[in-house]
């Protein structure tokens, strides 16, 4: 599918974006459910941008504490170990620290006080622009139903990005004690069926696999591992004439003063 085939396409998608896309925040955020959320989604797109000079920062609501197929396992315990998985990880991929908001995993609530914690996060950092889950998937066109705290973690981003983190109102201790209010100018949604954006991967994405791989009480077919996650960068990449890509729901909310996306 094309950009200008996504029904309710962002109005700067057209064909000139299915090439490698240009624009790249210096400062990001990226919002996930659960621990292995943002490596099996846009690592390597934040790998590389890391890679160029950006910093970037991770969110993850919950701790994965119901992540195990053992209903006598202790989920604090769980917990406490894939928190320390997604440490490592997001070393590998260069993140500048990670926010764990501890939050009920597989309960995940759109609810005031998530989206309170979120433009803490969002105005302690300060990103240009905010990864998270496109909350608009409630069944995968191939088959399947998106995690409901995908949905969720998803849907939180956006009301924390828009209005919340911008409107000094909203929260309004927050501003009283010294968290400004603070514009995040564009979200990428990651796990999408609406792409309009492919960022070529093909220098990172050995660093997405190692990621991966440091999440290790998740990943059950370790063996294989790899070759899936190159065959869906392969298949993305191809789009754009890349051996490696991954693709994004770019919506814009503000643009660019002086310069904007897409040179051409
Ligand atoms: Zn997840």
Avoid at 212 to 239: C, F, M, T, V, Y
Wanted: hydrophobic share 40%; glycine share 8%; proline share 7%.
């Amino acid at each position: 599918m094309t950009a200008d085939q996504a029904p309710g396409a962002v109005p700067a998608a057209d064909s000139s974006q299915v090439a490698d896309h240009p624009w790249r925040p210096g400062r990001f955020m990226v919002i996930v459910a659960h621990p292995d959320d943002a490596d099996f989604g846009p690592a390597a797109t934040a790998a590389r941008w890391i890679d160029s000079g950006s910093a970037g920062w991770l969110v993850c609501c919950t701790s994965g504490d119901a992540g195990g197929e053992d209903p006598e396992a202790d989920p604090l315990q769980l917990a406490a170990l894939r928190e320390a998985e997604q440490r490592h990880a997001a070393e590998i991929v260069g993140y500048a620290g990670v926010t764990f908001l501890h939050q009920p995993d597989g309960a995940l609530a759109n609810e005031l006080a998530l989206r309170e914690q979120l433009v803490r996060e969002i105005r302690s950092f300060r990103p240009d622009a905010v990864l998270t889950h496109d909350p608009e998937i409630v069944f995968w066109s191939d088959g399947g139903v998106n995690h409901t705290d995908h949905r969720t973690a998803g849907l939180a981003a956006v009301d924390a990005v828009y209005p919340a983190a911008r409107n000094p109102m909203a929260f309004p201790w927050l501003a009283r004690s010294g968290l400004a209010a603070h514009r995040v100018r564009r979200l990428y949604l990651f796990w999408t069926e609406r792409p309009n954006a492919w960022v070529d991967v093909s220098a990172t994405l050995e660093r997405k696999i190692d990621a991966l791989r440091a999440h290790a009480s998740q990943i059950n077919e370790p063996e294989k591992l790899e070759e899936r996650i190159q065959s869906w960068a392969g298949d993305e990449g191809r789009k754009i004439g890349a051996p490696a890509a991954e693709a994004l729901r770019l919506v814009v909310i503000d643009e660019d003063e002086e310069h904007e996306g897409p040179s051409d």
